[in-house]
């Protein structure tokens, strides 16, 4: 069984189709890309996927659960990076990572504490000040730090330098070996090239291929 | 928290203000109606002097400022992502910020209710009616009940912050304006239909009557109503996060 799966997901917003009939199918174990240009509706998908939205059309499953009926219980294996970075301005970094621990139940901070220390992260100012590449790793370590099973990543790399860019890709891979299944949406198509098996192609709401990275000379192709 | 303290210390020196003028009053209205009502007229004071305004519009900013950071603030500016990408409902998520809504709105009040009492205690024992003044202040939790709920509504229901400060602001202030100016009397006190403050009568209250109690009723009605619905809504509501 697919660990995502997506069914001909159609949103509209007034006479706006923000995705049109999407189709996914994402196993266990894989890392799946989701190219495309800004505003072809990627974010839209994942809003989907983590029950934000309510279909027009269609439904999202992750683990055989539907994404808008059992979002909460989705939630205890899924971990998930917004694409747009926002924080409780008033907490420090640290605050703001124990706070999200605490509801998710986690007491055992030293996964927080490993990746913080892997993205060279110090946390202990407030979310306010930070940078934008500083922020961006905080949301990781909140995508990461319960050790999920699936990750949904809304362009994680939007923000960090080159430097942390490799290093993420590199953590990828690692999730990889572990078996984590990872949906990551970007517009790179070199991070998506050197970490997915398998991509999508959106372009104005509708999937334009899905291939699989070795065939990713055809998908540069399509892209541009 | 900290709008209680910085509410209630602003609250405590109007407090004193609005007792110290009592005491220069008092003369006068000890010959007015002489020293079997005084009583009734410290009571009678304070329902004019801060439950006529002091008491309906700073709770007011209070819970408008709460109401909306409480749900909208996290919409608006994208950490309702976090929240919600954790093993809580919906539902939870929003029935705890309506229960710390609520309950802010009760400690505020009973704070002030209870230095009310502490300071008339020690100004003038045993002239303030404790059991009507108590009906007073259950009466003004239940209109601020009410109101919240209807800023809590607009807090899970609008786009955007923006509009969220709009609609939880205006229609209240508007409310108040509509009830000054059917207090006004004449041909106007027919607006008083119009407004949620005509079901705060502190007059009636006081004097504990019947259609008190029902004015009571219609308020936790109209709040349990509002909550409800800004808990459905919120729950069911697309977010774009």
Known sequence: MAMIEVNNLTKKFGDFYSVQNVDLQIEKGEVFGFLGPNGAGKSTTIRHLMGFLQPTQGQCFINGLDCRQSTAEIQKFVGYLPGEIAFIDKMTGQQFIKFIAQMRGLNDLTRAHELMQYFELNATGLIKKMSKGMKQKVGLICAFMHNPEIVILDEPTSGLDPL??????????????????????SHMIEEIEK?????????????VATEAIADSRCINALYH | MLYIISIVYMYNPEMSNTLNKLTETMPELMSAFGMSNIGNSLIEFLSTYLYGFLLLVLPLVFIIMLANKLMMGYIDNGSMAYLIATPNTRFKIVFTQAFFLVASIFILLTVTTLI??????????????????????????????????YCFLVSCSSKDLRTSYAYSTGIPILFYLIQ????????????????????FAPEKLMAQNSSSIWMLGALFVIGLLCYMLAIHVFVKRDLHL
């Open chain 2, 180 to 199: 000054a100016l059917s207090n006004m009397g004449g041909s106007l006190e027919k607006l008083k239909y119009f407004t949620i403050y005509s079901l």
């Open chain 1, 195 to 207: 970490t997915c098996d398998r991509v999508a192609i959106l372009n104005a709401g509708k999937i």
């Open chain 1, 164 to 185: 942390i860019q490799t290093k993420f890709i590199d953590y990828i891979l690692a999730e990889k070996e572990k078996g984590t299944t990872i949906f990551m949406s």
């Open chain 2, 116 to 149: 009310a009492i502490l300071f008339s205690g020690i100004l003038f024992p045993n002239e303030l009616d404790l059991s009507a003044f108590l009906t007073l202040n259950i009466g003004l939790f239940f209109l601020h009940f009410a109101i919240s709920g």
